[in-house]
Every structure is written in C-alpha cells, then in structure tokens.
C-alpha cells in the first residue's frame, strides 16, 4: 500500500472537527492545525513551508486554519511533545546495509517534512544491555518517540518495557500482537508465496530455501510464504533443502556452498534477502554454475544490490523507504493523540510488496539443456 500523495487529506489525518482542541500549552499546535483543516500534518507542514505539489483548495483550508488558530510553526512545534525535545530516535542492530540505508532515507525525509531531528542509534540486539542502553538514550535525549527496525521491533522484553515506561514507539517490520505500539510492515508472507510460486510455474521442483535471521519475525513469514506456494501447487519441499542463514552476505556464501554439495543439485535458489541471494550468486560463479542457465536465484528486498550484481536478480520489491516515511508519520500521529489526551489508536500497516523479474531466472528445462 503506497503513502498517498499529500494532496489527499486521508493520509494520517485526524478526525475532521468544527471547532479543534488548543494544545495544553495554550498555544495552537502543527496538530491542531491539521485537525480544524481535515488534512494531515505532513500536508500542514508543507502549506507552511510553501513546499510545491498541494492543491490549491487544500491549501486554502490549511492557510485560514493557520490564521484562525494563530499558528505560529517554529514556537508551537517545540511544545508539541512538552518537554520532551522534537526528535526521532531511529534504532537499528540489522546485517543489511543496504536495508538500513533505505529505512534511514524514508525516516530521514518524513522527519524533515514534520520538522523533527532524527538521532540515528545503533543497539546491540543479542546484547544483555540493549534495554538498559534504551532507557539511557530515553533518559539522556529525551526523544518524542522511538522508531524500533527489526530484530529490535521484535523483541518482545523491550517492548514489555517501553509499554511499562509509556514511550511512544512504532516498529517496522513486526508482526507483534501483544503491544501498545503501531506496526507499520511489508506483507512478507505474500511476496514470498509469490516469488516461489514464480519458480514453480516456471517448472522448477528442487528449490532451496535460505532462511532469515531467526531472531526476526518477519524471516518465518517469508518461510511460511515459500511453504504455502508448495502446498497450493499440492508439492512438498524437500526439507534438505531449506537452510538457515542470517541476513548477511556471508551467511550467503555459507549456505549456498552447502546446498550446491547436494545430490542431486537444486534447480533453484531463493534466499530470504538480497544480500544473501548476492552471496549465492558469488559462490556460484567461483564453482562455475552459470546462472540462470543451471541454477535460478531469487532474493527479497529489491535493495540497489539487487540491480548492481551479475545477472540482475529476480527479487521481492518490498517499499523499505515508504514504510519508514510512514512509520514517521504514524508515529508522529501517535504522538499527538496523547498531547492532546486522546485515547491512542494502535494503526497496523501492511503495504504490498511486488514481483520484479530480472535475469537471474530461467526455467530448469534451459538449465538441464
């Protein structure tokens, strides 16, 4: 599900109502704003920055709610969160770069357009002190809210904390049903069903599975995915086939050295990222199997990667950059229902991901020739 152009007013919008609430302060927040005009704040914060690409009616309705309510931006925006200061804390502890890289540029861009800082904060995820670090980074900068990127948006003892201290965070990529914080994730199940399913209607039969890092919930929905296209097609996958990797490109190169020792070889590959499906592709080309004339390989992602390597791969378009522009905003909105005492709304985002067929694929009968 794409973010919708900020000329629609639905996109995290607030209720439409006649007459909106003043902040505790006194003073007319970007919220309020957004409120009385029935757009959304990122569609607020672009009328007031004379930022292109909104409608005129829209921004009408925006400008006379700014001077009905004496809006006054650079003031009003500090006190949105009280005396917490206005910024994001981005937290990470993930083996693709490439991934992060994507989620940092869609935080980095929705935390301009709302006139948030983002603080970037790596963690250690298997770390004994990654909630003890948290809370000092809470404590210390005083963050408006917490952007939590798998594994950490899985971690269910730090979210138990997080809910027990009342921070206002949103976790990407988590399938979690169990905490207060909106979830805003790719459908990870779907896009693997697909990109397997793929394979199969290309006639392959002996496909190899790298798993995810097991520490992220979203690695067993694409494993649940690539089961479920074998079961549709009424086949069972051969379970010496399906092997665990972490995410990294070394993990890669590990298991495909291991899959391509297997009697008789896999037709085809699909690991669970891209940046394993790149280690595949290395390991493959040092054994001398051509691709995809004897072996097909998938990823998931679409990271730059997955363009830059040779072939091209085939992979899972997952929208990293809007799910974490997104995030921002659903976390923002999150944010303001409790500034403005109302009762906070768990949103759960699932966005579409997308089949993109490169080279890398091929069906077995080319592969056998």
């Known amino acids: 599900m794409p973010i919708k152009d900020?000329?629609?007013?639905?996109?995290?919008?607030?209720?439409t109502a006649t007459k909106s609430r003043i902040g505790r302060s006194g003073?007319?927040?970007i919220h309020d704003v957004a409120e009385r005009a029935g757009v959304s704040i990122k569609t607020v914060s672009r009328v007031v920055n004379r930022e292109p690409n909104v409608r005129e009616e829209v921004a009408r309705r925006v400008q006379q709610a700014v001077a009905e309510l004496d809006y006054r931006p650079n003031f009003s925006a500090r006190n949105l969160a009280?005396?917490?200061?206005?910024?994001?804390?981005?937290?990470?502890d993930n083996p693709s770069a490439s991934y992060l890289m994507g989620i940092q540029d869609g935080a980095l861009r929705a935390c301009k357009?709302?006139?948030y800082s983002v603080l970037l904060h790596p963690c250690a995820y298997d770390g004994d002190t990654l909630v003890d670090d948290?809370?000092?980074l809470i404590r210390e900068r005083r963050p408006a809210g917490l952007?939590?990127?798998p594994p950490l948006s899985d971690s269910s003892r730090l979210l138990d904390v997080l809910d027990s201290k009342e921070v206002d965070y949103v976790c990407i990529g988590s399938i979690d049903t169990q905490h207060r914080g909106p979830i805003v994730r790719a459908d990870d199940q779907r896009?693997?069903?697909?990109?397997?399913?793929?394979l199969l209607n290309l006639g392959h039969r002996r496909i190899a599975f790298i798993q995810g890092h097991p520490a992220h919930l979203a690695a067993q929905t694409r494993t649940e995915g690539f089961l479920q296209a074998h079961r549709e097609q009424g086949l069972e996958p051969d379970p010496q086939l399906i092997v665990q990797g972490t995410f990294s490109f070394d993990s890669g190169m590990e298991c495909a050295r291991v899959l391509l020792t297997r009697r008789p070889l896999p037709t085809a590959i699909f690991a669970a990222n891209d940046e394993m499906a790149a280690g595949v592709l290395h390991v493959a080309h040092d054994l001398g199997i051509q691709v995809p004339a004897q072996l097909s390989v998938v990823g998931f992602d679409d990271v730059p990667t997955a363009r830059r390597v040779w072939p091209s791969l085939t992979t899972v378009r997952q929208p990293i950059k809007a799910m974490a522009e997104m995030a921002v905003e659903v976390l923002v909105n999150f944010i303001a229902e409790r500034a403005h005492g109302k009762r906070q709304e768990r949103r759960v985002e699932v966005m579409r991901t997308e089949l993109i067929v490169r080279d890398s694929t091929a069906p077995p009968s080319q592969q056998n020739g």
């Open 6 to 15: 900020d000329n629609s007013p639905t996109v995290i919008s607030a209720p």
């Open 147 to 149: 952007v939590l990127t």
């Open 134 to 136: 948290l809370l000092a």
């Open 113 to 115: 357009q709302l006139g």
């Open 191 to 198: 896009g693997a069903d697909e990109v397997t399913s793929y």
């Open 82 to 92: 009280g005396r917490k200061a206005y910024l994001i804390a981005l937290t990470y």
């Open 27 to 29: 003073v007319a927040t």
